[in-house]
């Protein structure tokens, strides 16, 4: 693939280069923190019709683990990004995010019931309460976007709002839905799962990590590296998921568990099995290793990536405990 070239360009002469913050100077937003930008960023006016209202305040109420607007404020922070600009940018990603997921989960695409411990929006408020809530956010995502965007060098504002367009737009989170929901007429194959997830998952890992860099005036060697890296977490996250949806109850995932069995879905394990799945997903974790130690040579700024990378090992590690009692029932 194109992302494994390795050639050096630097683009500082793009921009006033600042200071690289030491490690010690980044501090990390915690997730209460996290949670009241969520909740504060998007304001509901009191007129709101009720329903509406009551839409989005669901929504709000129900942040999730905030792991991924915490990523980016610190990945913002090790480029030199003021902590407001990098705040509004976490935020907008994560109104992008959720608003994926509210789609996601309409019973025209995935039926699922609940969603971060708590019903789907569509079940209290029906599909046109939540698709208005959905465009809510995607609404206001931009608007922050485009907030954050400005406060950053000129020469990089038109390189980060085309990234973010190939990303979410029809080459990226949109094309992937889509082959996602024909799934029955593919291969039902490693290839073509992990193209799936790449136009899904991936995107959204890659505005995770890329697009702040960008912002900061990344050189084109960390750009690449940072591709490279979400390309290996976002598809080792997604079979992590997969491997939640065939391993877990519904309690314990915090969503409708077995969807994609019963609804004929991408999911890695599947499609090539558990011990598989276990295997590939492994080696996509040692080589986002690899490239994260070739990126803190450049950048030692983002060693708290580093973490990223244990919590999926961890995570894998919880997710498989009972994993060898289903084997044999899922490679029928």
Known sequence: ????????????????????????????????????????????????????????????????????????????????????????????????????????????????????????????????????????????????????????????????????EQRLGVNGLLNGQSRDLNYAQLPHDRETTERIACGKTVSLIRLTLVLPALLGGASRREVRLLERMAMCWGLGYQMVDDLKDVLQTSAESGKTAARDLHLDRPNIALAIGVPAAVARLTHLIRLGDRMLERLLDIRPALTFLRKLCTDLQTELSRVTDNACDLTGSLET
């Open 1 to 164: 693939m194109a992302i494994f070239d390795t050639s050096i360009e630097s683009q500082e002469g793009l921009r006033t280069v600042k200071p690289r913050l030491m490690l010690d100077e980044i501090s990390e937003p915690g997730a209460s923190e996290m949670e009241e930008y969520f909740e504060r960023a998007l304001s509901l006016p009191p007129d709101l019709d009720p329903g509406f209202s009551a839409a989005l305040r669901h929504l709000l109420d129900h942040p999730g683990s905030m792991v991924r607007p915490r990523l980016v404020s610190r990945v913002a922070a090790a480029y030199g990004m003021e902590a407001s600009v990098a705040n509004d940018l976490a935020i907008a990603l994560e109104y992008f995010h959720t608003a994926s997921l509210v789609f996601d989960d309409m019973p025209s695409m995935d039926n699922a019931t609940s969603r971060r411990g708590a019903p789907c929006v569509h079940i209290p408020f029906g599909e046109a309460g939540a698709t208005l809530a959905a465009l809510a956010l995607i609404n206001r995502a931009y608007a922050l976007t485009w907030k954050a965007t400005a406060a950053c060098p000129r020469a990089l504002q038109a390189q980060a709002m085309e990234y973010l």
